[in-house]
């Protein structure tokens, strides 16, 4: 298990590099159904870019905006939102696989 745990950092760590530095994050922020109409009004006034690219699933009764980003870290992911919103939101490092990676951590190389 240690194997493949090594092997997955250091894929992500290729990525990165890869990247010029930068990797993707999906930042989640929510916000309750009491909070809805501040947490746009945050993002349509301070962060005009930002709500181009979010996607929001209030609607469906999920008070959550989602958004993909690139960024050098989770904490310049974060800085993505309104500081209000940056409170409760994550920023959760995403990378893809290919089947030989997947292959690979099967095998522990």
């Known amino acids: 298990m240690r194997k493949i745990l090594f092997a997955l950092a250091a894929l992500v760590a290729v990525s990165a590099l890869a990247a010029g530095g930068k990797s993707k994050y999906l930042v989640i922020a929510p916000h309750s159904a009491e909070e809805c109409m501040a947490a746009l009004d945050d993002i349509d006034q301070h962060a005009r870019e930002v709500l181009k690219k979010i996607d929001w699933g209030c609607t469906a009764g999920d008070h959550t905006g989602y958004l993909t980003v690139e960024?050098?870290?989770?904490?310049?992911?974060?800085?993505?939102?309104?500081?209000?919103?940056?409170?409760r939101a994550k920023a959760v490092k995403l990378v893809h696989f290919t089947s030989e990676q997947i292959k690979q951590f099967h095998s522990g190389k």
């Open 71 to 87: 960024a050098s870290s989770e904490a310049d992911a974060l800085k993505m939102v309104p500081e209000r919103t940056r409170a």
